[in-house]
């Protein structure tokens, strides 16, 4: 079996001893029984009893965890689940998509796609230069997935910035 990053335990929650998961990576929780934590001695198998989401990731308990004393011991640690669990980004989706604002025209195609969290971010080189888009239902028009385009309407003065 092949084991994935996911996210690590950021705190203990309440007195039950619940962790704070923070994901850096989505997964099936539903489906997924066990959580593996690299604690010194090597990795740990973990089996959840509950969870809820939360906006950095989820609540869990741990089947054998019932103290905070005892969930103290994972705080800080890195969480993996099996990598059938992971759920694929769709963000590499929009790479290779070309891109059209309501002002500029053609920017050219797609370069990578970063999520940094609070938004997905375009990278276009456009004239030479590397334009950073903030990817937002604000500000996309429409996207023709089979032509492969994205119509966008970008803030006043965000391009400009970059080719000055």
């Not at 994935?4 to 309440?14: L, R």
């Not at 500000?139 to 385009?149: A, G």
Request: proline share 2%; with cysteine; aromatic share 10%.
């Amino acid at each position: 079996m092949i084991f994935k990053e996911i996210g690590y335990f950021s705190k203990t929650q309440g007195l039950k001893g619940q962790l704070q998961l923070n994901v850096t990576a989505d997964f099936d929780i539903k489906n997924c029984k066990a959580l593996i934590v690299e604690m010194q001695g090597g990795q740990s198998p973990q089996f959840l009893s509950e969870f809820r989401s939360t906006k950095n990731g989820f609540v869990i308990s741990l089947e054998e965890i019932d103290s905070i004393e005892k969930a103290k011991s994972f705080v800080g640690k890195k969480v993996l689940v099996e990598e059938k669990f992971l759920i694929e980004d769709d963000e590499d989706d929009f790479v290779g998509y070309r891109l059209i604002d309501e002002t500029f025209g053609d920017l050219g195609i797609i370069d990578e796609v970063e999520d940094t969290g609070a938004n997905l971010i375009l990278n276009i080189t456009y004239k030479g230069k590397q334009v950073l888009l903030p990817f937002s239902e604000e500000l996309v028009i429409k996207i023709d997935d089979s032509s492969k385009t994205i119509y966008y309407k970008a803030p006043e003065g965000l391009i400009d910035m970059y080719l000055a």
